[in-house]
């Protein structure tokens, strides 16, 4: 683990440069912004090695149910929970080339896919069953339009997530302990790690609004790491959605007793990866593989 604490976050825009020399990482981008990174060779095994390191370490504690995303999603599922009102975010639609604007309607209209626990709970929808808790995970591609010069404002990244439904006493219970597990985990590959209640980027003229109420209820929680700016990258986070999902998407309604509650631990692989390898001794990806297969 030393090999990812010996060095400091202020080489890690030096490091994108060296990836991109040496052909390890490539952007896509316009004058839009930054869409997303490619990451070729031993970088993209390192991708994937983190990615099954993250799971390894949940499955570990929790009985994990996996399943798979697709890359667009029904309107109707966002507009389940009023997305379109709020705004985390300015969605993306994706329209057929072969079909005129005016022959789809709202209804059927796709969207590029904002979030991976969307489709967690859109599957679980109008089920009748209720249990006291139970952990989901996928990962999928996820997709926001967020103006920034960040260098990890993505508009197209990699979400691996964890969804805890069940009662509410389990959800919160052990969500806190698993997050803070994995705060423990980031900080042992890291070293300089900062957790916060935090908010999401939101748009619109409710913005400020829902800004202040995710901070009172403290239902986001975030993992940052440093970069060398002097600004923070989040690189996980934790939300509590309390009953809005599992009522809105008539998860165990029909079922007599409480409304079960739900709970996200979700990860940015794409930021992740590269916050630790700029931790990594010659920003080596073999190293941070050697220390991610050993958790």
């Not at 970088?43 to 799971?55: K, P």
């Not at 929970?81 to 059927?108: G, T, Y």
């Not at 916060?196 to 995710?214: H, I, L, M, S």
């Amino acid at each position: 683990m030393n090999d990812l604490q010996g060095l400091s976050p202020v080489r890690g825009s030096v490091m994108l440069d060296e990836l991109r020399a040496n052909r390890s990482l490539s952007s896509v981008a316009n004058a839009t912004g930054l869409i997303g990174y490619r990451f070729h060779g031993r970088l993209f095994d390192a991708f994937e090695a983190l990615d099954r390191a993250l799971v390894r370490f949940f499955e570990q504690r929790f009985p994990l149910t996996s399943h798979s995303c697709t890359t667009l999603v029904q309107r109707d599922v966002l507009e389940t929970i009023d997305f379109f009102d709020k705004l985390p975010c300015i969605p993306m639609s994706a329209v057929p080339h072969e079909a005129a604007s005016a022959d789809i309607s709202r209804h059927d209209e796709w969207v590029l896919s904002p979030s991976t626990c969307y489709h967690t709970f859109a599957h679980l929808a109008d089920i009748d069953e209720r249990w006291d808790l139970r952990w989901y995970t996928a990962r999928g591609t996820c997709h926001r339009f967020e103006p920034s010069a960040e260098v990890f404002r993505l508009a197209s990244f990699t979400m691996r997530e964890f969804v805890l439904i069940g009662d509410e006493d389990s959800v919160v219970s052990q969500g806190e302990s698993a997050f803070n597990a994995a705060v423990d985990l980031v900080r042992n590959l890291h070293g300089e790690v900062s957790v916060k209640t935090a908010n999401d980027v939101f748009y619109g003229d409710r913005a400020e609004v829902t800004r202040r109420v995710q901070l009172a209820r403290g239902v986001k929680r975030e993992i940052s790491v440093p970069w060398d700016d002097g600004s923070e990258v989040a690189i996980g986070s934790r939300n509590l959605h309390r009953d809005l999902f599992t009522t809105s998407f008539r998860i165990g309604v029909e079922v007599e007793g409480p409304a079960m509650h739900s709970m996200c631990i979700a990860f940015g692989i794409e930021r992740m990866l590269l916050a630790l390898l700029a931790r990594t001794e010659n920003h080596d990806p073999e190293r941070l593989i050697a220390a991610l297969d050993e958790l």
